[in-house]
């Protein structure tokens, strides 16, 4: 199994307040990825990484922001949270982005399920 | 319009037969690759096969296997001698064009397998 630890597992918390969830993986792998799933919506992608220090945007960005000070952490942070970031969050990792018939498949952590009340 | 999608939302399977989960796909690009993932009750997300779109051959790992159809853009997975292991979500997801981050996600479907 990859390395990959995510904490907090469980969470709850209340609107307003801030909230930061870790990522820590001991793969080496360049890329990590921040997702959360909810009902009916599979997985979307909230933000990656692609190098320390090098982040970009997904699709589900908004009120959330990344840092990766070291290769194996991958921080996601909610700096005020709402009932609509009530979900589950997956971090995930890959050695590439895949190319042709080398999948860069993605390996992914435990899940944290975060409540906003 | 949707990227990927999967059809079946539920499926109730007699253990030891045969499973076809659907997934359909839509792209323009001519170089993608196509995912499955298992999802069990206990929440992680577990990579089962790729396809890649230039493959000659179906992929398979063991009990999966990948029914790539490519003109009719579907990559169904065939899973063979269900278990009751085998209980979980599906997703199927695909990746458009090479080295590209974003992976699209289908909505799942949740297999059930009888015993």
């Known amino acids: 199994d990859a390395g990959i630890t995510q904490s907090p597992r469980h969470k709850v918390t209340e609107t307003g307040t801030p909230v930061t969830l870790r990522c820590h993986q001991t793969?080496?792998?360049?890329?990590m990825y921040w997702y959360r799933q909810d009902p009916g919506h599979g997985l979307r992608l909230i933000h990656y990484?692609?190098?320390?220090?090098?982040?970009d945007k997904g699709e589900v960005s908004d009120g959330y922001s990344v840092s990766r000070s070291k290769t194996e952490d991958f921080l996601l942070t909610l700096e005020s949270a709402t009932s609509s970031q009530t979900s589950v969050y997956f971090c995930?990792?890959?050695?590439?982005?895949?190319?042709?018939?080398?999948?860069?498949?993605?390996?992914f952590g435990e899940g944290s399920r975060l409540t906003v009340l | 319009a949707q990227k990927i999608t999967q059809t079946q939302p539920g499926m109730f399977v007699q253990e030891k037969e045969a499973v076809t989960l659907d997934c359909t796909y839509d792209t323009s690009d001519p170089s993608y690759g196509l995912f499955w993932y298992k999802q069990p009750s206990s929440g992680e997300m577990i990579f089962l096969i790729y396809q890649g779109s230039y493959d000659q051959q179906n992929a398979t790992e063991g009990r999966y296997s990948l029914n790539f159809q490519k003109a009719r853009k579907s990559a169904n997975l065939v899973i063979s001698a269900s278990q009751l292991g085998d209980s979980a979500m599906y997703f199927c997801?695909?990746?458009?064009?090479?080295?590209?981050?974003?992976?699209?996600w289908g909505a799942g479907t949740k297999l059930i397998i009888k015993p």
């Open positions: 997801a695909m990746r458009e064009g090479d080295s590209n981050y974003q992976l699209i």
């Open positions: 793969e080496n792998h360049r890329y």
């Open positions: 990484s692609y190098g320390v220090k090098d982040t």
């Open positions: 995930a990792i890959s050695e590439s982005l895949g190319q042709g018939a080398y999948a860069g498949e993605l390996f």
